[in-house]
């Protein structure tokens, strides 16, 4: 946190003693002041429950979805041929070309914009688990074949334990992707979420309004990936690595 609060306060410094006119890029106290602005009468908090609840049910739908073709195309060689060629040429779809598709199918309201930051979370859990699936040591799988355990129990021992720290990053990663791809959603014609304050911000020019947003952005996105992580450690406290021995 001190290299962004350092240039802060420089460019800060810079607009008040006159080195530079902060026009285009706002100084930190005017963005704050536009943050309290926007928190005081509660503008803020309404755009950022419409954000939060989209991103929430988006990555919902897309990490299930995720977890569900992941295990299917790692633990099958026959289902991985099937699925994932299709799926990896999905993937390279960037995300602006679904708007229009979704709005014709789903149309302009909630619906197309939770199924656009779906698919967006959809492919980094889905390569996540099926890696994560297919990296695990094979003499592990041969240790408990040793040990006669049943199909439940090596998966519920051996395999499930292996998934999941790269399962966890996946889902990390599947969330990054929902904050980025709800930019794009609330462009599909919202009327809240913090995506219409940048649209907003941009149309009126109001660049202390468009860094506003981008900051509760941050904020948010960050709040939710801390959330994540909290609820997902005691899956991974297992683990004896060199971060947990400091």
Same mark, same amino acid.
């Given at each position: 946190m001190f290299l962004p609060l350092a240039i802060a306060l420089l460019w800060e410094a810079a607009v008040h003693f006159g080195f530079a006119q902060g026009r285009l890029v706002p100084p930190p106290s005017r963005i704050l002041t536009t943050l309290w602005g926007l928190a005081k009468t509660g503008e803020l908090w309404t755009h950022a429950t419409a954000t939060l609840w989209r991103i929430l049910a988006g990555f919902a739908i897309g990490a299930i979805a995720g977890i569900v073709f992941g295990a299917l195309s790692g633990s099958s060689d026959a289902l991985r041929r099937l699925l994932d060629p299709t799926l990896q040429a999905l993937r390279a779809i960037p995300s602006i070309a679904w708007v229009p598709l979704f709005i014709l199918w789903l149309g302009i309201f909630e619906? %197309?914009?939770? /199924? $656009?930051?779906?698919?967006?979370?959809?492919?980094? @859990?889905?390569?996540?688990?099926?890696? !994560?699936?297919? +990296?695990?040591?094979?003499?592990?799988?041969?240790?408990?074949?040793?040990?006669?355990? %049943?199909?439940? /129990? $090596?998966?519920?021992?051996?395999?499930?334990?292996? @998934?999941?720290?790269?399962?966890?990053? !996946?889902?990390? +990663?599947?969330?990054?992707?929902?904050?980025m791809f709800v930019v794009a959603a609330?462009?599909?014609?919202?009327?809240?979420?913090?995506?219409?304050?940048?649209?907003?911000?941009?149309?009126?020019?109001?660049?202390?309004?468009?860094?506003?947003?981008?900051?509760?952005?941050?904020?948010?996105?960050?709040?939710?990936?801390?959330?994540?992580?909290?609820?997902?450690?005691p899956l991974v406290r297992w683990q004896d690595t060199v971060r947990e021995r400091l």
């Open positions: 619906a %197309s914009k939770v /199924a $656009l930051i779906a698919v967006g979370v959809f492919f980094p @859990v889905y390569l996540g688990i099926a890696g !994560a699936i297919l +990296s695990v040591d094979r003499k592990l799988v041969e240790v408990g074949r040793v040990f006669r355990l %049943s199909r439940i /129990a $090596l998966a519920r021992r051996i395999l499930l334990p292996a @998934v999941l720290p790269e399962a966890v990053i !996946a889902l990390r +990663s599947g969330l990054g992707l929902g904050f609330e462009f599909m014609g919202a009327s809240e979420g913090l995506g219409y304050l940048l649209v907003d911000g941009q149309q009126m020019g109001k660049p202390d309004q468009i860094l506003a947003a981008i900051i509760a952005f941050a904020l948010l996105g960050k709040a939710a990936d801390s959330l994540l992580v909290l609820a997902t450690r």
